[in-house]
């Protein structure tokens, strides 16, 4: 038998993004489906390269395609769990990069009875004094997505992955050198790491 593979931690990775879980994400044995796992990989990483303005998906000259990818499952999230996607890259070429993901159960959105009842009582009051009480609701919302602010850095992922862009040109579909800009964001998921005998790996 193998042994078990240690897992990363959040601190091994530079960049984390909250997803909140759908109903829809979840499979009929009640958790999410691991197909949804990619999704989350996907959604970590373009955000990443997105929030740097350094991809264009409409109308960018260069483009990442997906050559490879897969994904080790630790533990397992259902809805309604906040989801931590934390990315940083392991590799890069001259027109690929390597990105690793993992995977990091924050929290649910509502915690038991207490949570329920405070959300009934929000809503109760926002449609019994109207503009006021609306005005405190986009705070609430903001407390409830923001998990990585209380997460541990030593949090364990529950899953981790990997996969590989290899960027081409939009239309002739051929591999490209990265462009400086691109290669700049990507640097700066390799350089930034744990202090020295902090990291879970």
């Not at 002739?172 to 020295?196: H, I, Y």
Request: glycine share 6%; net charge neutral.
């Amino acid at each position: 038998m193998s042994p078990t593979p240690q897992r990363s931690c959040l601190q091994d990775y530079p960049y984390a993004l909250t997803i909140t879980t759908r109903w829809h994400d979840n499979d009929v044995y009640g958790h999410v489906n691991n197909v949804q796992y990619y999704a989350f990989f996907d959604t970590a990483v373009n955000r990443y390269l997105i929030e740097r303005k350094v991809l264009d998906i409409h109308c960018g000259a260069v483009i990442g395609l997906v050559v490879e990818t897969s994904c080790r499952y630790f533990a397992p999230i259902a809805f309604p769990d906040l989801v931590v996607a934390a990315v940083r890259v392991d590799h890069l070429g001259n027109s690929s990069v390597r990105y690793a993901i993992g995977l990091f159960r924050a929290a649910e959105r509502s915690t038991g009875a207490g949570a329920a009842e405070r959300s009934t009582e929000g809503a109760a009051e926002r449609s019994t004094k109207g503009g006021a009480a609306a005005k405190s609701a986009p705070a609430l919302e903001l407390q409830a997505m923001q998990p990585t602010q209380s997460l541990d850095p030593a949090t364990e992922a529950v899953a981790e992955g990997h996969f590989v862009h290899v960027y081409v040109d939009r239309h002739t579909r051929r591999p490209t050198p990265l462009p400086g800009a691109l290669r700049k964001a990507l640097l700066e998921l390799r350089a930034q790491s744990p202090e020295p005998g902090k990291s879970c790996l």
